[in-house]
């Protein structure tokens, strides 16, 4: 893990080291000032010499710059480094993601991926700033300022070895009770996340549904939950301060009255006396420093081993290594297909596929709702693996192609498709690009949409809001749909991308593809046998398995499920499902 995050500083590793060094420039400087202070009193005030005033006082201010040169340099080096380090981590991540096949993306929460992009990136970015500055300027401190005490007089900083003892023992038992509550707090981020989330991705069925009240009390719930975590852990740490407090006035007090009598004895000058005070609250503060460093080193382990978890993920679709780069034809086979999400899982997804598709035909796809209609077509595009058996495009392994080439030419429109925010022209030239507007205006009439985006004031620039969020279901299908033919491809596969289009536009539709990408093998799945009844063959799914595969007269005569949801729907009584309810059994 820890390996995994270093070799994401990179560019920020000379930073990563100059801030230590600086910071160990600054205790040594500090530490001379201490020692130059106790010497002016002794050596200048005292005698009344004011030449060692001045050379003293001067080399004191000579450490002072240094001291403040240095800590500036250590602290502009380390928000160097660290905000580098998190810029980074998240790079690294969100580049990662990019490179999830379906499966990864599965095995995550949306909410879960965007707490490690955002919340856990921030907790290690401040313990990485925290460790850099601190790791080398406390104990560093610390051991300086023992040092010189010990230099000073040994009796009197044996004081400070066993202030050390004590105080370390009990911050010890802070930062144990405290860090197990930090950590639960940082792990119910993704409840709140979650809450987040999905609250306002669906808002709109929130207000539908009326559960605005639902959802505030779910939402209070998550955050209260972290509250009360937080203060738990909160109530502890406030020890720190008074009971790192109580010891340097307990330490002043001691030393004081044991330097006291050593003075008065003669065995110890005023100014090293005032030296030692000096260092008490060095070493004493280094102990407190060294002990936040380890709250949030612990509290932010957590959130490193989440963020590890992302940018280790291995993507389980690669790029094969000599790929094929070009796609000869739209034929299509799928040979003893298996296919299952989760290898634990009992019974596959899809069971032994065998069927073959020739370039240019054009074939509907109907079942049930769950029948493994959508998990049929992932397969042809690659984006899941098959568990067992194999599945051929233009006559080659898809995993012998070039992923990239591959997704172009098998052209999907998912079930659950997205617009992003931008111009409707932007949202097409996904599909291809250096897209002119005239061929996005030309693939816009096959799919239905010139009719509509003609009609707003701005066309083809209207401006389209996150998620297609100000268009009809119906019209961003159609926008989809005008985007996946862009990239001309040799395969399209319609996943029930028609639902909230009316018939007859639909039929406009369909007629379009037929006559205008003859070459391209069209895959389209619906639930209406309106939608597929003129394709050249229809598959009917039922329970992940191929019920049937063949002309629409064909199935009316030899399927009977087919029949039954034909005569049913002809007949106006009830859909695929209603019908079809034994196919789902
Ligand atoms: N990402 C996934 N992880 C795990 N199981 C899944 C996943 N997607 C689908 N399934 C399961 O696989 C089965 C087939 O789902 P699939 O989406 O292929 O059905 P479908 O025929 O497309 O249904 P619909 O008509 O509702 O779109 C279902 O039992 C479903 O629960
Ligand atoms: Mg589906």
Redesign the pocket.
Known sequence: MIKTLLSQVKEYKRASILTPFFMLLEVLAETLIVLLMGYIVDYGVKKGDINKILLLGGLMILAAGVSLWTGCLGASYGAKAAMGFGKNLRKGMFINIQNYS??NI?KYSTSGLITRLTTDVTNVQNAYMMILRMCMRAPASLVCAMGASFFINVKLASVYLIAVFILSSILAFIIYKATGYFRDAFLKYDDLNASVEENVSGIRVVKAYVREDFEISKFKKASVNIYNRLIKAENIVIFNSPVMMFTVYACILLISWLGAHIVVSGDLKTGALMSLLAYCMNILMSLMMLSFVFVMVSMSAASAKRIAEVINEKSTIKNPKEPVFVVKNGDIEFKEVFFK??DK?EKP??TDINIKIRSGETIGVI??????????I?LISRLYDTCEGEVFVGGKNVKDYDLKVLRDNVSVVL?KNVLFKGAILDNLRWGKKDATLEECMEVCKIACADEFIEKFPKKYETVIEQGGANVSGGQRQRLCIARALLKDPKILIL??STSAVDTATDANIRKALRDKIKKTTKII?A?RISSVMDADKIIV?KD?EINGFDTHENLLKNNEIYREVYEAQMSGAGDFDGIGGALNA
């Open positions: 379906f499966a599965d999400y989760n899982a997804v899809l079942g049930g709702t769950g029948s493994s209609k959508t998990s049929f992932n079930q996943d029930d799945i639930q799914f992940g």
